[in-house]
């Protein structure tokens, strides 16, 4: 499982909170990117309905770096290289995700409709 995927299972993405988060929305998708690695390496992460997409580029070579999403990838600098990926991944599921109530695409949307017309919400005795 890749990394962003483990992070953001159970989440879902609030697209209004992307923009507060300095996103910038081109056509479909939102679009954010980090420096990282001392500014070595340019890491561009893209939202495209509720998926996350990242793609990283050595800045030195301008050629994209893939090694940091292979789970089998080893070593220190790849190791810090993921580390840096993931906290930037928390970073942004802390302030732009929200826990989903189930993890069945369906029953949310069951319960949005719910929410949205009778306002009322689940409950989990």
């Not at 483990?6 to 980090?34: A, H, P, R, S």
């Not at 970073?91 to 719910?114: G, H, P, T």
């Given at each position: 499982m890749?990394i962003e995927?483990?992070l953001l299972?159970?989440?879902?993405?609030?697209?209004?909170?992307?923009?507060?988060?300095?996103?910038?929305?081109?056509?479909?998708?939102?679009i954010?990117?980090?420096?990282?690695?001392?500014g070595?390496?340019?890491l561009?992460i893209?939202?495209?309905?509720g998926?996350?997409?990242p793609k990283?580029?050595d800045?030195?070579?301008g050629?994209e770096?893939?090694?940091?999403?292979?789970?089998y990838a080893?070593?220190e600098?790849v190791?810090?290289?993921?580390?840096e990926y993931r906290n930037?991944?928390l970073?942004i599921?802390n302030?732009c995700?929200?826990?989903?109530l189930f993890?069945?695409a369906?029953a949310?949307?069951?319960?949005?409709?719910i929410?949205?017309?009778?306002?009322?919400?689940?409950?989990f005795p």
């Amino acid at each position: 499982m890749k990394i962003e995927e483990e992070l953001l299972f159970g989440y879902q993405v609030k697209e209004d909170l992307l923009l507060n988060f300095c996103f910038k929305k081109e056509k479909d998708k939102f679009i954010k990117t980090y420096e990282i690695m001392n500014g070595d390496f340019e890491l561009i992460i893209s939202i495209k309905k509720g998926k996350l997409v990242p793609k990283m580029i050595d800045k030195n070579y301008g050629d994209e770096y893939s090694l940091f999403t292979n789970e089998y990838a080893t070593g220190e600098f790849v190791g810090k290289l993921k580390d840096e990926y993931r906290n930037i991944i928390l970073e942004i599921r802390n302030k732009c995700y929200r826990k989903s109530l189930f993890l069945d695409a369906q029953a949310e949307r069951v319960a949005k409709y719910i929410k949205d017309n009778y306002d009322d919400e689940p409950e989990f005795p």
